[in-house]
Structures are given as C-alpha cells and as structure tokens.
C-alpha cells in the first residue's frame, strides 16, 4: 500500500492529529532558530568555510540599536573572513549563562559577548576552557586571561563633546543627567557632560540624578520622574544615560516640559524628534570588527580602549548623515564646529578627558 492509500485511510480525526503534530514541530523549530539568530534563515551564515563566529547579546536585539551595530560587526566580519556567525539573544542573567555554555559547546574561532553582564560567566568559561577565544566588548573580566580580549570605551570623551553642545545651546545656563545607577562606570555620562558644559560656555552648572532602584535600567517612569524634576529646577538640557528603555521616560519628559535631552549608543533622535540634541554613539560594530580581526591574527588577551581616536565614540552631530539624523543639533552648524573642534583637539591630546571611573 502507498503513502497515498495510507492518508485515505485515516480517519478525519486522526489526520488532523497527524497535520497539528507536524505543524508544531515545524513552528517551534522555527521560533527557536528565529528567536536565537536573527540570521538563522540566511544560508550564507551557516555554509561557509571560514572561521564560525558566535555572538551572544545580554537581552533581545528587537529595536536595540546599540545590539544593532553589534550583529551588523558579527556580520561584516565573518563576511570580511569567508566565514559562519549565529546570534544568540538573551533575555536574563540565567540565559546569558546558557546561551554562554551552549556557545563554548560549539567550539567557534571566536565568541563574542556585549555588555558588562557577561563579566563572571565569562571569567568561569575562559578558566574552564583555556583554548576557547573571547571577545568581551564594552567591559572586561576582573582577572586577565590570555584567551578573553576586552574592547572597552571612553564614553567620557563623547559625553565631554555633547556637554559641550549642551552649554552652547542652553538658555539658562543649567544642564543635568538622568543616569542609571550612581557608579565609577555611568559617572563617565554625567561629570564629562557638565565639564564639557562649563568648558563650552563657562558658569553652566550640572545636576545629575539617579535612577536606581531594582530595575534601573528598565524603569522609564523613573527616568521620566527625574527628568521632569531637573527641568523644575531650571535645567534645559539633559543627558540621558539611562539605558535605551528608560531614555524614552527622559524623552517623553523633554516633550511635555519643553526642554532638550541627548541620547546615548545610536542614534536616539528618532524617537522623539524636536527634543533630542545629539547621542553619545557606541560603535559596537567598529571594535567587533577589530577585536575579531585581532583574535584571528593571532592576538588574543589584549585590552583595547576606544575613544573618539579610535571612532569607537562619536556624536551622532559629527557623522557624515548629520543632516538626515532628526538631531537638534543638525540645525546648529555653529555649534557643530565648536564641538568639532573641540573632538579634533581630544585627538591631538590637546585636551584629556578624565575618566570619572578612575578616579
């Protein structure tokens, strides 16, 4: 008997038992692969025959542009090397652990984690399997280990260069920062951005505040809540360093309140254009791209620190599609070459940026 007998044969309720079964099993492979690799249906990235490259994010990509440039530097790179990449996306401190593990089982040229939360997974993995290759991007492991290369920013350089904006353009001579937690670390957005202020027009005051709480970096009515309590206080611009959710409270404040805000990671004008002045841009994918191409090479278990030298950091002002960015400051060519010169002097070394982490 054929396979065609066999179908005619079933019953109606056995043949749609037979279909949903088969249905499902289709749609939860599919959900998986999507859920995990933004490029699972692409074939270019899974039959080439170069170096596997494996990106792992700290929470899902979506609408993340700062998770954006990283998948866009995951992807130049194994195109630049005639090789695979996979994606796998977190969602919480338990699946950054697994998606780490399931990486390491995969046994890839080069493993590459974004964010400060892979900071003791990758510590544990790097001992664990010492011929396994890291790059940890925007923070590094306490211990050095030979097989963990770190790519980490000067985001005081940038948040310097959009304080200095923030004092050319502020009417009251008051600026401020909504940042998410009081730290060394996000410090780097908040003193930088007040002497930039004062450095641009002297007299102009900082006030920053801080979100904190349990869930600082999600917590966009908090952000909202600080925002709305700077301007009460006079301050016409603000820093909003306050993760890519809660920058959209600080946003939706400026909007109501009339005041100005700044962005940070990419470009975040966008999302609320009139209000937003310039972003402090991470470019994920420029040091991706380096750190790969170092690993490949044969240099592994360095640290590389990316300013606005190095075009690791930016303003979104000073990029080349400026006047397409819905950035405030796109209208305020003046300003624009002030804190352009100001950027080349950063370069030459005329002017060092403290870094508040350091101190």
Known sequence: M????????????????????????????ACNASAKDPAA????ARNAAGPALVLITPSPVGVNDFLKLAVQGIEDSAKKHGGTRK???STDPASIQQNLAAAVREKPAVIVAVGFNFADAIAAEAERNPEQKFLFVDSCTTKP????????????????LAGAEAGLLSKSGKVGAVVVLDAP??????IPFGQGAEKAKPGTTLSPLFIGGANPFNDPARAKALATTLAGQGVDHV??????????GVFEAAKQGGFFAFGVDANQCPASPGQVVDNVIKRTNVVIGDGVDAILGGKAGETKSYGVKEKGISLTGLEPDASTSQCVVASHPDVLAKVGELRDQIISGAIVVDDPAKS
């Open 239 to 248: 820093m909003g360093a306050a993760s890519a959710a809660g920058n959209l």
């Open 87 to 89: 994606v796998f996306q």
């Open 2 to 29: 054929d396979d065609r007998h066999k179908v005619r044969d079933m019953s109606p309720r056995t043949l749609l038992r037979a279909v949903m079964a088969v249905s499902a099993v289709a749609l939860l492979a």
């Open 41 to 44: 249906k692409d074939p270019a």
């Open 185 to 190: 670390q996000f410090h780097r957005y908040s």
């Open 145 to 160: 280990f030979p097989n963990v290369t770190c790519a980490v920013f000067r985001e005081h350089e940038g948040s310097y």
